[in-house]
């Protein structure tokens, strides 16, 4: 089964992702966690890749496709996966699908989260963020169990940098005019499902699995 997670930055894609990569046993690939693990180990990539995040700008298609491109050809992707932030932009899902269609295959179902951009920039203030296995949290929403430490691998939890409220203003900028038509785009494709983000994240799982069953 192949995933595809689609919803505005703070949506709660990341959250739902790894909900459903741990219910239907497939892996959870957020190219956004793949660049922050990469800042965090002083890479190359990472460098680069940290100038546009800090700005709120999307990394260029040609290096986050061949990042992708290489994490689904790996053994562990050949039963499906969730993508979170991928793609992100028309030539990247151009790209997905012609990859896939060499395949015989293609993207099963996109899921569309949808939060008003008002709802967006509360919920990115109180996000705390595991860097090293990609676990999201909220203060008030979504706690982990010890503040501060992620329940899942016990690490430091932090406010990501390009969680500051200019940057996410500039994120949901980016958003609407570069990701948003993939909306259209899935539509298309007849593979489109749309669940509401604002409800508690227990509820926008049960909806996720309603689709997915
Ligand atoms: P990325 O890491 O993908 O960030 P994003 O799309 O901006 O999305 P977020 O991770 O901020 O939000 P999310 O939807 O995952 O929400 P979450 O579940 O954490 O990308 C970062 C940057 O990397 C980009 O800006 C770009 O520069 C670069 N990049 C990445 N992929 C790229 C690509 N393909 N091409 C080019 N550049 C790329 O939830 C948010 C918060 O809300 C959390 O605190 C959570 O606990 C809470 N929450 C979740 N659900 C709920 C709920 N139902 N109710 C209340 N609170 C909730
Ligand atoms: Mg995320």
Known sequence: MKIVMLGAPGAGK???????????NIP??????????????????????????????????????????DRVAQEDCKNGYV???????????????????KLGT???????????????????SGRRACLKCGATYHLSFLPSKKEGICDNCGSELVLRDDDKPETVKKRLDVYHEQTQPLIDFYNNKGVLKEVDGTVAPDDVFKAIEEILK
């Open 83 to 101: 993508l979170d932030g991928f793609p992100r932009t028309i030539p990247q899902a151009e790209v997905l699908d012609s990859e896939l269609a």
């Open 106 to 124: 293609g993207v099963d179902y996109a899921i569309n989260v949808e939060v008003p951009d008002d709802d967006i920039i509360g919920r990115m």
């Open 28 to 69: 959870h690939v957020s190219t956004g966690d793949i660049f922050r693990a990469n800042i965090k180990n002083g890479t190359a990539l990472g460098k680069e890749a940290k100038e546009y995040m800090d700005q709120g700008k999307l990394v260029p298609d040609e290096l986050t496709v061949r990042i992708l491109l």
């Open 14 to 24: 990341g959250t739902q992702a790894k909900r459903i990569a741990e219910k239907f």
